[in-house]
C-alpha cells in the first residue's frame, strides 16, 4: 500500500514548481495576495456547504498559498516553512499554558488569550488586526480584546440593555429630521451594540448574520416560486400581498 503523501512533499512540489513552471517562478508576495484571499474564502464556502470533498480540495489550494509565500520566503534568505512550523508550535503552546508548562514548571490556570495578549501591552486595541478584516468581525475582536482587559458586562443583560438604548437613539434621529450623518453614527453604534450582544451570548455576529442571509434568500425564493405558480407578479403585488406569502412560507418552513 502506497504511503500518503506528506508535507515535506508538497514543500518539494512547490520547490520544484518555482524551478521549472515560468508562471509560478514569477510570483512574488504581493502578486499572490488576490490568490491568498480568494482561496480563504473559497474555503469557507466549502465549510458551508458541508461537502468534504470539496472542503479537502480548497483547504489543499489554501495549503498551497502557504506553501507558495514560505518558498518565496526561503529564496530570499528570510525564513522557511520550517521556521512558519516553528513559529506555529510556538505560539500554541504559549496559548496553552494549562496543557505545555515551561520547562520545570507545574501547569498555570487556563487564561483567556486576549487577556494573555493585552498583559504584553499592546500599542493600541487595533495593534494586530488586519486592516482588511471584514466590519462584523472587526467589531467582534475589537471587543474581545477590550473584554481580555476587563472592559466588559458580566452577563448578557447589559448588552441587551445596550441594544435598546442604542435603537431608541436611532429611533429619536428618525423621527427628529436627523442628517445622514447623525443618523448613520447611530445606527452605527446599533450594530456594534448588537455584536457585543452576540459576543457575550456565544454567537458570532458574521455568522449568524450569514445563516440570516442564506434564511431569508430561500425564503424569498419560495415566495417567487409561489407566486408565479399563482400567476402574481411580485413586481406589482405590492407589500400586503408579498407578506401573505412571507407569511405562508414561513410557516410551511421551506427554509429550514
Excluded at 512558519?84 to 496553552?96: D, E, F, G, Y
Aim: with cysteine; hydrophobic share 40%.
Amino acid at each position: 500500500m502506497q504511503d500518503k503523501p506528506t508535507l515535506e512533499d508538497t514543500l518539494a512540489l512547490m520547490r520544484d514548481l518555482r524551478r521549472r513552471c515560468e508562471w509560478d517562478r514569477a510570483q512574488t508576495h504581493d502578486s499572490l495576495r488576490p490568490y491568498l484571499i480568494e482561496e480563504a474564502h473559497e474555503v469557507d464556502d466549502a465549510i458551508r456547504s458541508g461537502d468534504d470533498a470539496m472542503l479537502r480540495e480548497e483547504l489543499g489550494d489554501l495549503l498551497l498559498q502557504v506553501l507558495f509565500h514560505s518558498v518565496v520566503a526561503e529564496e530570499r534568505g528570510a525564513f522557511d516553512l520550517h521556521d512558519v512550523a516553528h513559529s506555529l508550535i510556538t505560539k500554541m503552546r504559549a496559548r496553552h499554558p494549562h496543557l505545555y508548562p515551561p520547562d520545570g514548571q507545574e501547569p498555570g490556570e487556563r487564561q483567556s488569550w486576549e487577556s494573555m495578549k493585552a498583559r504584553k501591552r499592546r500599542g493600541s486595541i487595533e495593534e494586530g488586526l488586519p486592516s482588511g478584516l471584514p466590519s462584523l468581525h472587526r467589531a467582534h475582536r475589537l471587543q474581545d480584546r477590550a473584554a481580555g482587559v476587563g472592559f466588559d458586562w458580566p452577563d448578557v443583560d447589559g448588552p441587551a440593555a445596550k441594544v435598546e438604548e442604542e435603537l431608541a437613539e436611532v429611533r429619536d434621529e428618525l423621527h427628529g429630521g436627523s442628517d445622514a450623518t447623525r443618523l448613520e453614527a447611530e445606527i452605527g453604534d446599533l450594530l456594534f451594540a448588537v455584536v457585543n450582544l452576540a459576543r457575550k451570548a456565544g454567537v458570532h455576529a458574521s455568522l449568524a448574520l450569514d445563516k440570516a442571509n442564506a434564511k431569508f434568500a430561500a425564503r424569498f425564493s419560495a415566495i417567487e416560486k409561489l407566486a408565479a405558480e399563482r400567476g402574481i407578479d411580485v413586481n406589482s403585488a405590492g407589500l400586503t400581498v408579498l407578506d401573505q406569502l412571507w407569511d405562508e412560507v414561513k410557516a410551511a418552513g421551506s427554509d429550514r
